[in-house]
């Protein structure tokens, strides 16, 4: 099942929200100062390609800086992201062959708003959200 879904929402949502996250990944590069929340951007792109069977985990050995990091990334990026996600997963729960594909929208909220001292895991890991 987990296929087919990952498939339809590749088809549907992914690839575009995927490459959306890759370009700023890339922009964040060029700007040299931003490139951790370029490597944020990029972990999130892979996490919109096939988000359905992984979630996410608190990095036990993430710091301060990532702290920082995240109310930086929340102020300038996060708050419109997850704004997006919300918006286009209420629209995609409006009919039943959507709502996997709404919930996998709002799956990514939680990464888009505080992407850094994260990792993506199987679901079913301990502590996973």
């Given at each position: 099942m987990r296929?087919?879904?990952n498939v339809?929402?590749?088809v549907l949502c992914g690839l575009w929200l995927a490459i959306g996250y890759a370009l700023a990944g890339l922009l964040c590069f060029v700007l040299i100062i931003t490139i951790p929340f370029?490597?944020?951007?990029?972990r999130i792109a892979n996490y919109a390609l096939w988000p359905?069977?992984?979630?996410?985990?608190?990095?036990?050995?993430?710091?301060?800086?990532?702290?920082?990091?995240?109310v930086v990334?929340?102020?300038?990026?996060?708050w419109w992201l997850a704004i997006g996600h919300l918006v286009?997963?209420?629209?995609?729960?409006?009919?039943?062959?959507g709502i996997?594909?709404?919930l996998a929208n709002f799956k990514l909220i939680p990464i888009s708003l505080v992407p850094l001292g994260v990792q993506i895991v199987?679901?079913?890991?301990?502590?996973?959200i």
């Open positions: 296929l087919i879904l339809i929402w590749f370029g490597f944020a951007a990029f359905f069977g992984r979630s996410i985990l608190p990095r036990q050995t993430a710091g301060v800086a990532s702290v920082i990091g995240n990334w929340v102020l300038l990026f996060g286009t997963g209420a629209v995609l729960c409006l009919t039943v062959i996997p594909l709404g199987p679901s079913g890991t301990p502590g996973s």
